[in-house]
């Protein structure tokens, strides 16, 4: 991962005891995480020394002379620290409270940038704030035990659970919010409030929250579109504002197989069509995170670099995160990707187990089906077909989905 590193001991303070002393560096565009530490030795003659930073001339936090090692990124950070955008001109801000003999302060400044990688969450699960039964903490505490890195919190036309804030390093919590209409369910992800008011009274009325939704910043994905039920089925058409479908909602079922059959329809009539999968947890459903998770290829951590990795199909929906996975050879092209067609492709496919298959879909339907006899396994051929995709089956169950690579 590409960094840069910046280090300065200060021993001159100018302005005495009760002053402060900066030291200045920058972020560029490309920033993932800030990480500042710094040290004046324990006994120095009785120093005291606080710590702070500061971005474009405002405060983005203070920790006294508790913390000896603070980090900032994007969408988290230390307590007491804000989140937020990275690239510009920073300072540590030293607090000088007391100045022992010798004090001597070594700050360290550790700007690193954004690095592609795979990353796993579920971006379908409910709280208390809905009918998800568990508080906010909780569901986060169960997400992380599920070794998920990024959950979203989509209860049911409401926002209060995105202003709970989650001091949890061990994993990103993204806003959201599910429209549970009379007329289908849809997430809205990314954003605190996507909407002024969620009510609808009409198919028509679902596609003005979504364009309003989308015009806020919001990732919009289409939940279970064939549930067996009169409003979570989806009938407000697919000429809306959307950038997903989930097929794979909870257990495997009918109504997945229903939508996984859409959207293989979807494909042969030649929609670009990302697809997701979501546990849809509520404690009364006795799911888990995770189950099914994605798997997505991100240009780095963020909320926004999950996103749009999300919206460009660079997603792999499998059974939970520990199962198994499936991931282009290094220097192949990426899933969601169009490309010319004809050119090669290399997929790995691992953590297969005995009884495994797996499928290669195009327009025809599956093209190929190659039994698992290992738990790794090297698919390697052409785009001989306007897109081609890939499923691991366990008999009846299914194991993985990728999104498709599109000939252009």
Same mark, same amino acid.
């Given at each position: 991962?590409?960094?840069?590193?910046?280090?300065?001991?200060?021993?001159?303070?100018?302005?005495?005891?009760?002053?402060?002393?900066?030291?200045?560096?920058?972020?560029?565009?490309?920033?993932?995480?800030?990480?500042?530490?710094?040290?004046?030795?324990?006994?120095?003659?009785?120093?005291?020394?606080?710590?702070?930073?500061?971005?474009?001339?405002?405060?983005?936090?203070?920790?006294?002379?508790?913390?000896?090692?603070?980090?900032?990124?994007?969408?988290?950070?230390?307590?007491?620290?804000?989140?937020?955008?990275?690239?510009?001109?920073?300072?540590?801000?030293?607090?000088?409270?007391?100045?022992?003999?010798?004090?001597?302060?070594?700050?360290?400044?550790?700007?690193?940038?954004?690095?592609?990688?795979?990353?796993?969450?579920?971006?379908?699960?409910?709280?208390?704030?809905?009918?998800?039964?568990?508080?906010?903490?909780?569901?986060?505490?169960?997400?992380?035990?599920?070794?998920?890195?990024?959950?979203?919190?989509?209860?049911?036309?409401?926002?209060?659970?995105?202003?709970?804030?989650?001091?949890?390093?061990?994993?990103?919590?993204?806003?959201?919010?599910?429209?549970?209409?009379?007329?289908?369910?849809?997430?809205?992800?990314?954003?605190?409030?996507?909407?002024?008011?969620?009510?609808?009274?009409?198919?028509?009325?679902?596609?003005?929250?979504?364009?309003?939704?989308?015009?806020?910043?919001?990732?919009?994905?289409?939940?279970?579109?064939?549930?067996?039920?009169?409003?979570?089925?989806?009938?407000?058409?697919?000429?809306?504002?959307?950038?997903?479908?989930?097929?794979?909602?909870?257990?495997?079922?009918?109504?997945?197989?229903?939508?996984?059959?859409?959207?293989?329809?979807?494909?042969?009539?030649?929609?670009? /069509?990302?697809?997701?999968?979501?546990?849809?947890?509520?404690?009364?459903?006795?799911?888990?995170?995770?189950?099914?998770?994605?798997?997505?290829?991100?240009?780095?951590?963020?909320?926004?670099?999950?996103?749009?990795?999300?919206?460009?199909?660079?997603?792999?929906?499998?059974?939970?995160?520990?199962?198994?996975?499936?991931?282009?050879?290094?220097?192949?092209?990426?899933?969601?990707?169009?490309?010319? /067609?004809?050119?090669?492709?290399?997929?790995?496919?691992?953590?297969?187990?005995?009884?495994?298959?797996?499928?290669?879909?195009?327009?025809?339907?599956?093209?190929?089906?190659?039994?698992?006899?290992?738990?790794?396994?090297?698919?390697?051929?052409?785009?001989?077909?306007?897109?081609?995709?890939?499923?691991?089956?366990?008999?009846?169950?299914?194991?993985?989905?990728?999104?498709?690579?599109? /000939?252009?």
């Amino acid at each position: 991962m590409s960094s840069h590193q910046i280090s300065a001991t200060i021993t001159e303070f100018p302005g005495g005891e009760k002053s402060f002393v900066e030291v200045p560096f920058r972020a560029g565009p490309n920033t993932e995480r800030i990480e500042v530490s710094y040290l004046f030795p324990a006994g120095s003659g009785g120093s005291v020394i606080d710590l702070g930073v500061a971005h474009e001339g405002r405060m983005r936090g203070w920790s006294g002379a508790e913390r000896a090692h603070i980090t900032i990124e994007a969408d988290r950070a230390t307590p007491s620290y804000d989140a937020g955008p990275l690239a510009g001109n920073w300072t540590v801000v030293l607090g000088i409270v007391t100045i022992g003999p010798n004090c001597r302060i070594d700050v360290s400044i550790r700007v690193v940038e954004k690095q592609a990688r795979w990353l796993v969450g579920d971006i379908h699960s409910h709280t208390e704030h809905s009918d998800g039964g568990v508080t906010v903490v909780d569901a986060i505490h169960r997400a992380r035990a599920s070794r998920l890195d990024f959950v979203a919190l989509t209860d049911h036309n409401t926002i209060s659970q995105n202003f709970i804030r989650p001091d949890d390093p061990g994993i990103l919590v993204m806003p959201g919010m599910e429209l549970t209409s009379y007329y289908g369910h849809t997430n809205f992800l990314g954003v605190h409030k996507p909407v002024e008011d969620w009510r609808c009274t009409s198919p028509g009325d679902v596609a003005d929250k979504m364009a309003e939704a989308r015009a806020n910043g919001a990732t919009i994905v289409i939940n279970h579109p064939f549930q067996r039920s009169a409003g979570g089925k989806w009938q407000s058409g697919y000429e809306v504002a959307f950038d997903a479908m989930e097929i794979w909602n909870g257990n495997w079922s009918p109504l997945n197989q229903d939508a996984l059959a859409f959207w293989q329809e979807r494909l042969v009539a030649g929609q670009v /069509a990302p697809v997701t999968g979501g546990s849809d947890f509520h404690l009364k459903n006795r799911r888990r995170h995770g189950r099914p998770s994605n798997r997505v290829y991100a240009e780095g951590s963020s909320i926004a670099d999950i996103l749009a990795a999300i919206r460009a199909g660079r997603n792999v929906v499998c059974f939970s995160p520990e199962d198994t996975m499936a991931r282009p050879v290094d220097g192949a092209p990426m899933f969601g990707d169009t490309i010319v /067609a004809g050119s090669a492709i290399e997929v790995e496919f691992t953590s297969l187990l005995a009884g495994d298959e797996l499928r290669v879909v195009d327009e025809t339907g599956t093209s190929q089906v190659i039994a698992a006899d290992g738990a790794r396994l090297v698919w390697g051929g052409r785009l001989d077909s306007r897109f081609k995709r890939f499923e691991v089956w366990h008999g009846d169950e299914p194991r993985l989905f990728t999104n498709p690579f599109y /000939a252009g």
